[in-house]
T-cell receptor, first 114, second 114 residues
Framework: DVKVTQSSRYLVKRTGEKVFLECVQD?????MFWYRQDPGLGLRLIYF???????EKGDIPEGYSVSREKKERFSLILESASTNQTSMYLC?????????????FGPGTRLTVT | AQSVTQPDIHITVSEGASLELRCNYS??????LFWYVQSPGQGLQLLLK??????LVQGIKGFEAEFKRSQSSFNLRKPSVHWSDAAEYFC????????????FGAGTRLAVHP
């Protein structure tokens, strides 16, 4: 069965801290994505990766970076957390870069920055 | 710019009633279209998708959607709603040559009255 896991369901951090969000998929998928979800805005793409060590900016990359050292793992990094980064973060993966592929989502990490 | 619009933020229906959730897209060509559902505390799950061919597509949990090119719409329907259908529903669109990136609508939250 397809599975995308995220390291934490809830996280509370202080302003200025460096934050790591981890995502692991066990399906040998090429593509991985990080989204943030905010009420009334839907899901917005932060970064995605179509191969190991490859990354592309999404629609809202400012304040974030990513790392993909292994195919199954995609990390989202907040270099210096700010209160406006309080949000729900969703990781997803898909088999290939083909546009008709289904994306499989993890359960999400609700991050609060105080 | 490419966009996906879900005009209804909240919808409330009675159990057993029919349901239609609206989705409009703005793309240069016919995009790949998806409907996802997010139950409370969960990640997103694919309900159905449209790429080409028959404009009426069937999905899981008794849902269907109809693609109407003339109206740039991809509305989701269910003939009889169950209490377990209470969730948030997202319409999304992508392109054939787009690294499987999706643009999501803002979502429609469905409440079901007994």
């Amino acid at each position: 069965d397809v599975k995308v896991t995220q390291s934490s369901r809830y996280l509370v951090k202080r302003t200025g801290e460096k934050v790591f969000l981890e995502c692991v998929q066990d399906m040998d998928h090429e593509n991985m994505f990080w989204y943030r979800q905010d009420p009334g805005l839907g899901l917005r793409l932060i970064y995605f990766s179509y191969d190991v060590k490859m990354k592309e900016k999404g629609d809202i990359p400012e304040g974030y970076s990513v790392s993909r050292e292994k195919k199954e793992r995609f990390s989202l990094i907040l270099e210096s957390a700010s209160t406006n980064q309080t949000s729900m973060y969703l990781c997803a993966s898909s088999f290939t870069t083909s546009g008709d592929n289904e994306q499989y989502f993890g359960p999400g990490t609700r991050l609060t920055v105080t | 710019a490419q966009s996906v619009t879900q005009p209804d933020i909240h919808i409330t229906v009675s159990e057993g009633a029919s349901l239609e959730l609206r989705c409009n897209y703005s793309y240069g060509a016919t995009p790949y279209l998806f409907w996802y559902v997010q139950s409370p505390g969960q990640g997103l799950q694919l309900l159905l998708k449209y790429f080409s061919g028959d404009t009426l597509v069937q999905g899981i949990k008794g849902f269907e959607a109809e693609f109407k090119r003339s109206q740039s719409s991809f509305n989701l329907r269910k003939p009889s709603v169950h209490w377990s259908d209470a969730a948030e529903y997202f319409c999304a669109a992508g392109e054939e040559e787009g690294y499987n990136k999706l643009i999501f609508g803002a979502g429609t939250r469905l409440a079901v009255h007994p």
